[in-house]
Structure formats: C-alpha cells, structure tokens
C-alpha cells in the first residue's frame, strides 16, 4: 500500500520568514495530493492541493510543487504569520482508490513573533 | 450549509463496551470515508460508504463497522472496545463515489476508552 513520510515533524520560523514541509510518496499510481491544516482542537481543513498532471499551484502565499519522477511534493508558505501556526499534514490518494487519503505523520509549524 | 456534521463530540466508555458515531455530509456530497487520528498522529483511513455499500476499507479489524442510509449519513460502530481504540474519530464527505476527490472533514468525536 501506499506510505507517506513527511518532514519536519516539527518547524520553526520568524514571521515574516518562509517554511517548507516536504513530503515523499510510495505508488506511482497516486495522483492527487492535498495538504491540510489542523488547528489543536479542530478538524482538518484543506489549503492547497495538486493533481499528478500539473508540477506546481499557488493560492496567495501558499504554493504546492510536485515531482512525480522523484516521487515528492512539498509544501510552500511565504510571509509567514502567527495564524499559520498549526499542523499540517500531507496526503496522497489515487483514482478508484475509494477516497483513500494516506496521511503523513504531521509538521508542528511555530510561526514566532 | 453546516458542512460535515458529527455527532457526539466526545464520549467515555470501558473496555468490552460498543460504541455508535454518526456523521451528516455537507450538502450535495453522497459518499462518507471515516478516519481515525491518534493523539500526535495522522489520520488512517478506515472505510469508505458509497451508494449504502462499504467501498474500499483500511486496516482495520471487523470489529469496525458501518453503514450508510439514504439520505446519505452514516454511522461508525466499534464492538469490543479496547484502550487503543481511543482516538478522534473523524468523518469525511465527498461526491462522486470511488474517485480521488476532494474531501471535507467533519470536527469529529473524540472517543475515551477506560
């Protein structure tokens, strides 16, 4: 089945500053990948996501690459804020996979003022 | 649009007890995945309901369950609790079946087990 690593587990920044969470994949037949935010407490909600027929997508200050060769996509913040700060998980599912999101393990992002 | 509904939000129960969840998906989605998420852990998918059938399953023992009703809802049953079995629970709506598609999470239950 499929697996998905995710690192950091933990990142800190200055506000202001960029943070980019990396994820790796293992089925070559993935080919939607979202990135959700979870706030402590509170249920994950979808910022960003990328389909396996396009390398990179942007909404504002959040940006999304993907390299299927390589089997990796990572995720992009720019002009950090203190809201930022939450959790985020990196996901990847196939097509007839029955809506089956494979979760990474999860980045602790810290947004400092 | 209340968006995905769960229901209770939290629960205590012992060991050897059943327990029920119940999930309403956002309007105009037909198809409800369940997830659990350890404390400090991702999400693992446990089943996906489509057209009141259960889709594509995780790696979960039987003593998971579902099902779904007409009107779409659906419910998570565990029998036999056990400790490990404490977790946020969550339910996921989508429409459109088996497809890779987008998901939206309800705020979930979140299960004690004494």
């Known amino acids: 089945g499929e697996n998905v690593e995710q690192h950091p587990s933990t990142l800190s920044v200055q506000e202001g500053d960029s943070a980019v969470i990396k994820c790796t994949y293992s089925d070559s037949a993935s080919n939607y990948f979202p990135w959700y935010k979870q706030e402590l407490g509170k249920r994950p909600q979808l910022i960003i996501d990328i389909r396996s027929n396009v390398g990179e997508k942007k909404d504002q200050r959040i940006a999304v690459t993907l390299n299927k060769t390589a089997k990796h996509f990572s995720l992009h913040i720019t002009e950090t804020q203190p809201e930022d700060s939450a959790v985020y998980f990196c996901a990847a599912s196939k097509t007839g996979g029955g809506n089956k999101l494979t979760f990474g393990t999860g980045t602790q992002l810290k947004v400092e003022l | 649009d209340a968006g995905v509904t769960q229901s209770p939000t939290h629960l205590i129960k012992t060991r050897g007890q059943q327990v029920t969840l119940r999930c309403s998906p956002k309007?105009?989605?037909?198809?409800v995945s369940w997830y659990q998420q350890a404390l400090g852990q991702g999400p693992q998918f446990i089943f996906q309901y489509y057209e009141e059938e259960e889709r594509q399953r995780g790696n979960f023992p039987d003593r998971f369950s579902g099902h779904q009703f007409p009107n779409y809802s659906s419910e998570l049953n565990v029998n036999a609790l056990l400790l490990g079995d404490s977790a946020l629970y969550l339910c996921?709506?989508?429409?459109?079946?088996?497809?890779?598609?987008?998901?939206?999470f309800g705020a979930g239950s979140r299960l004690t087990v004494l």
């Open positions: 996921a709506s989508s429409r459109g079946g088996t497809g890779a598609n987008v998901l939206t």
């Open positions: 309007s105009g989605h037909d198809t």
